[in-house]
């Protein structure tokens, strides 16, 4: 089975600080993605990456930069976090494998709260 | 990505099986059906995917209309852990393309 793993389920942080979030995959995928999710508006992607050191921007990338250093992990910035950056940060990654479209498997969340 | 429609919640007594309708009218010939689910506070849950043929695996079936303008996931003997919210979407991933969550349909699964 995909593991993908994320390195905390729930993190406070206060306004103003950095914050990482990190993803790790265990399938040796190309691709991985960042979301976030909020009540009513479903999942927004934030960034993504089909490659190490690559990264292309999402549909909601302001405020955010990532990190792909590793072929196997993903990090999320937040580089001066703020209120409205609380939310549930999901982590995905899927591979294109034989031309078939192979589906995203995510990770089970962080659930971040900026005060 | 093509846009699609579910209805917002289903009710499904255990042991029966779970019919989740999807309507995506303006699915264009290479792009996929996929169906994910959310159980409360994790994350989504790959199921099932297809172009055009009817698919199966351990968890449900997939079938799709020959027009593939909408398709049925079947939950074969549902129990009280498949409740969920149960996403349809259209689209190209494997390629680094972004998944486009709906609101999906909210299903109860009832003793």
């Known amino acids: 089975d995909v593991k993908v793993t994320q390195s905390s389920r729930y993190l406070v942080k206060r306004t103003g600080e950095k914050v990482f979030l990190e993803c790790v995959q265990d399938?040796?995928?190309?691709?991985m993605f960042w979301y976030r999710q909020d009540p009513g508006l479903g999942l927004r992607l934030i960034y993504f990456?089909?490659?190490?050191?690559?990264?292309e921007k999402g549909d909601i990338p302001e405020g955010y930069s990532v990190s792909r250093e590793k072929k196997e992990r993903f990090s999320l910035i937040l580089e001066s976090a703020s209120t409205n950056q609380t939310s549930m940060y999901l982590c995905?990654?899927?591979?294109?494998?034989?031309?078939?479209?192979?589906?995203?498997?995510f990770g089970d969340g962080t659930r971040l709260s900026i005060l | 990505d093509a846009k699609t429609t579910q209805p917002p919640s289903m009710d499904c007594a255990e042991g029966r099986a779970a019919n989740l309708p999807c309507n995506h009218s303006?699915?264009?010939?290479?792009?996929?059906v996929y169906w994910y689910r959310q159980i409360h506070s994790q994350g989504p849950q790959y199921i099932i995917h297809?172009?055009?043929n009817n698919e199966t695996n351990e968890m449900a079936s997939l079938i799709i209309t020959e027009d593939r303008k909408s398709s049925t996931l079947i939950l074969p003997h549902a129990t009280l852990r498949d409740t969920a919210v149960y996403y349809c979407?259209?689209?190209?991933?494997?390629?680094?393309?972004?998944?486009?969550f709906g609101t999906g349909t909210r299903l109860q699964v009832t003793l």
């Open positions: 979407i259209v689209g190209l991933t494997g390629t680094a393309s972004k998944l486009t």
């Open positions: 399938m040796d995928h190309e691709n």
């Open positions: 990456s089909y490659d190490v050191k690559m990264k």
């Open positions: 297809g172009l055009k």
């Open positions: 303006t699915i264009s010939g290479n792009e996929y």
């Open positions: 995905a990654s899927s591979s294109p494998l034989d031309g078939r479209n192979q589906p995203q498997h």
